[in-house]
Structure formats: C-alpha cells, structure tokens
T-cell receptor, first 116, second 109 residues
Framework: GAVVSQHPSRVICKSGTSVKIECRSLDFQATTMFWYRQFPKQSLMLMATSNEGSKATYEQGVEKDKFLINHASLTLSTLTVTSAHPEDSSFYIC????????????FGPGTRLLVL | GQNIDQPTEMTATEGAIVQINCTYQTSGFNGLFWYQQHAGEAPTFLSYNVLDGLEEKGRFSSFLSRSKGYSYLLLKELQMKDSASYLCAVMDSNYQLIWGAGTKLIIKP
C-alpha cells in the first residue's frame, strides 16, 4: 500500500516553456501533498505544501507565480514550472501524507527536469 | 534555528555492521524518520521513532534518545544493494519534516 506515482519521470524542454508534473496517490487519499526539489548531491528542499482544495503554502524563496501548484482532489496534485529556465533543471519529488499530520510521507519516484 | 547533523559519507564492508548517527535540534518533536535514497531515485521510508528506544525491522534498526536529541540507524549483514544515501528527518511541532543532508554509505566487497 501507500503508492505514489509521478508523471513524467523525465522531461527535457526548451527555455521559456512550461512543464506540468503530476503526482498521484494510487491507493490512499492524500490530505496533504508536498513538493520537493533536489539538486545533485544535496538534500531535499521543500518547495511547498498543499492541502486538497486550498492554496499551497510556499517555502521562503520559492516563487509561487513560477511554481504553480494545484491540489484539486485527494489523489492528485500538479506542479507547473512556468517559463522554465536552465537553472530550474533539477529533480522534483512529490510526497503524499495519508491523513493525520503525524503520519509519514510517501514519496513519488521523482521527475528529472532538464531545461535547455 | 533548526538543525539536523549526520556524517556526509561512510564506508563499510559487505557483511559487516554500520551505524549512521543523527543529531538534531528542532522546535518541537513529533517523531524522527529514516529514509533510504539510491542515486537518481526518490527516498523510500525505512523507519519511524517517536519514543525512546530501539525499533528493529529485519536487518535495519533505528534508535532514538529524545533527551539527547540523538538517533542512529543500524544496518546489519550489509549487502552491496545497501549502498545509498540515508536521510534523517525530524518532524517538528508544526508537523513539518526537517531534513538532514544525508549520509552516503559506500559498501565495499
């Protein structure tokens, strides 16, 4: 149980385009979903926390107009990187938490974004 | 500020035992997590400790001392596939996960 999928797993795009990444909880309802970014050989960096049906809470330094998050249902959250630039190239990982705040997060397999 | 410390890298021999330490200073405590992350992949959950003591799960065990702000992950009978980064994360009073930088474990034959 507690499977989280992410799509696409890898994407290459041109600078200036927008990229949408989907995160789905397959066998549970995720009240809260998290979006992380990880640069090579660095730890996970939380970008934003989203609760179903409400606006995402962004971490300091993360541009909410650039990284659009939509958590439309209890099983789906999307992250759209708008007007992507080469410095946005990174490994984007989502995680989902089933219910109460003290429960663990289950991670999706990640999306590797390369902006040319 | 909030801080999680763990060694950057460790090396161990196949079949041996290794202990990865984690110390933390956070605003509140709602549990400590260990995750395994293979290169190029997302983290996978290993263990969760919220009370003091040792939690054993197969070849992996995790220990917590809340008074010392200290945890360790113990890996026994090491296998080559255990080569990965091991991330320590603490859930603070706001139920946010505070992440350590990870310990890269290298297993040698």
């Amino acid at each position: 149980g507690a499977v989280v999928s992410q799509h696409p797993s890898r994407v290459i795009c041109k600078s200036g385009t927008s990229v949408k990444i989907e995160c789905r909880s397959l066998d549970f309802q995720a009240t809260t979903m998290f979006w992380y970014r990880q640069f090579p050989k660095q730890s996970l960096m939380l970008m934003a926390t989203s609760n179903e049906g409400s606006k995402a809470t962004y971490e300091q330094g993360v541009e909410k107009d650039k990284f659009l998050i939509n958590h439309a249902s209890l099983t789906l959250s999307t992250l759209t990187v708008t007007s992507a630039h080469p410095e946005d190239s990174s490994f984007y990982i989502c995680s989902a938490r089933p219910g109460t705040p003290g429960e663990t997060q289950y991670f999706g397999p990640g999306t590797r974004l390369l902006v040319l | 500020g909030q801080n999680i410390d763990q060694p950057t890298e460790m090396t161990a021999t196949e079949g041996a035992i290794v202990q990865i330490n984690c110390t933390y200073q956070t605003s509140g405590f709602n549990g400590l997590f260990w995750y395994q992350q293979h290169a190029g992949e997302a983290p996978t959950f290993l263990s969760y400790n919220v009370l003091d003591g040792l939690e054993e799960k197969g070849r992996f065990s995790s220990f917590l001392s809340r008074s010392k702000g200290y945890s360790y992950l113990l890996l026994k009978e090491l296998q080559m596939k255990d080569s990965a980064s091991y991330l320590c994360a603490v859930m603070d009073s706001n139920y946010q996960l505070i992440w350590g930088a990870g310990t890269k474990l290298i297993i040698k034959p």
